[in-house]
């Protein structure tokens, strides 16, 4: 690259940052969003076409910090270095958008729910069915014990659970099993009795986002495993 090349790629790079500065991601195309981060690992070359280059092999902005980091550091003109920083862009973002639930008592995923009631690490977990309420936004409003035992799911009234959810003046719900065997997995009916939860908070517009299984060192989500709908986000 000559110096008129390399005086123009600087003042090309100081003016993406700069728009950054002032508006942050407004009115950026995805290229120049990539390409932006890329001038952070790559010097004084112009990184549009592997931006470009980027975006077309892993099918857009969100495909590129779900690929994964040696697969992305294949792509021409990447490398280690940037497929490094993308990942801990990837990694600083989540960790954020945890603290952030983790604090509001906003529910993101599975793991917030199961952090918010206290199963996981517990020293002696009960069997117990709970259900945490919540708004239209994903805010926590409160949870209930709807019953405790070894056969607490097959004693679940979904009139219990529709009557404290309109006591929380709640939108939409998650179901929490927790479980003292140490085994994530559903009880004889439990997958029927979720199923009639769902209608029943349905009929009332209510939303059943998930049904947990958790114990005191995992858990699995109906939702993840498709046999409830989860509703909408």
Not at 20 to 25: A, G, T
């Amino acid at each position: 690259m000559d110096k008129t090349d390399s005086r123009h790629g600087h003042g090309h790079r100081h003016r993406l940052r700069q728009r950054f500065i002032k508006s942050s991601l407004d009115g950026f195309h995805d290229y120049e969003a990539v390409e932006l981060l890329l001038t952070y690992a790559i010097p004084r070359i112009d990184v549009k076409p592997i931006a470009k280059e980027m975006l077309r092999r892993c099918g857009g902005l969100k495909g590129i910090f779900e690929t994964d980091t040696k697969e992305l550091a294949s792509i021409p003109g990447v490398g280690e270095n940037c497929a490094f920083l993308f990942s801990l862009v990837k990694g600083i973002g989540e960790a954020c958008m945890t603290e952030h639930g983790a604090k509001t008592g906003t529910v993101r995923s599975a793991k917030d729910v199961v952090e918010y009631i206290g199963a996981l690490g517990a020293a002696e977990p009960s069997t117990r069915f709970m259900a945490v309420y919540m708004n239209s936004k994903n805010e926590i409003l409160g949870s209930e014990t709807i019953s405790e035992g070894s056969m607490c799911a097959s004693v679940v009234s979904s009139r219990k659970v529709i009557e404290n959810a309109f006591k929380h003046n709640a939108r939409s719900i998650i179901f929490v099993h927790v479980t003292a065997s140490g085994k994530e997995e559903p009880t004889d009916g439990e997958r029927e009795l979720v199923k009639a939860l769902e209608e029943a908070a349905s009929a009332v517009d209510i939303v059943v986002h998930d049904h947990i299984i958790a114990s005191r060192s995992s858990y699995i989500s109906a939702r993840d495993l498709g046999w409830i709908k989860g509703g909408r986000d």
